[in-house]
């Protein structure tokens, strides 16, 4: 009787501790294998790094990559104004925009503003972008403007980035 008393408590014991262990150890298994698969090892500054020295396709994509994060980082932010006024490529302009805007870094608005008056369309919409998140108060004059051009998009931004400067 005590061989059967003492099997049913090794038995119970397994059941109750050692199989739960076992499948919750599995999954932080499968969580860390997961992670370290898809975990981006690159940082702010490496991206930045990225953006300035390759080429024209995988700059842009880089970027994009950036705008992507959310960084406080006031390297990165000055780094990001140097591309948003000094880089001619647009489409790396447009994303440092964007990410300007994601930081709510109010260092960035004047040249967030200064670009609202740039030729190139799609660089002036990811700037109004920016400045709806940054609910910069300074930039509702030329957004008014902008809400009045023949370009529905712009017009259509720009509303927008007004209404959320007066939340």
Request: with cysteine; aromatic share 10%; proline share 2%.
């Amino acid at each position: 009787m005590r061989d059967i008393k003492k099997w049913i408590s090794i038995r119970f014991i397994s059941k109750m501790l050692l199989l739960p262990f076992l499948i919750v150890s599995s999954g932080v298994f499968s969580f860390l294998l997961i992670s370290a698969y898809f975990f981006e090892r690159d940082g702010g500054l490496q991206y930045l790094q990225k953006i300035k020295g390759y080429e024209d396709n995988r700059r842009w994509q880089a970027a994009w990559v950036f705008s992507l994060q959310k960084s406080k980082d006031p390297k990165i932010v000055d780094e990001l104004i140097n591309l948003l006024s000094k880089n001619k490529d647009e489409k790396i302009q447009m994303f440092a925009a964007l990410a300007l805007g994601k930081m709510q870094n109010k260092k960035a608005s004047p040249f967030l503003i200064k670009a609202l008056f740039s030729k190139k369309r799609e660089l002036k919409i990811c700037s109004i972008l920016a400045l709806g998140n940054l609910k910069e108060k300074r930039a509702q004059s030329c957004l008014i403007n902008l809400s009045k051009e023949r370009d529905e998009g712009i017009k259509k931004v720009s509303a927008w980035a007004l209404e959320m400067i007066k939340r």
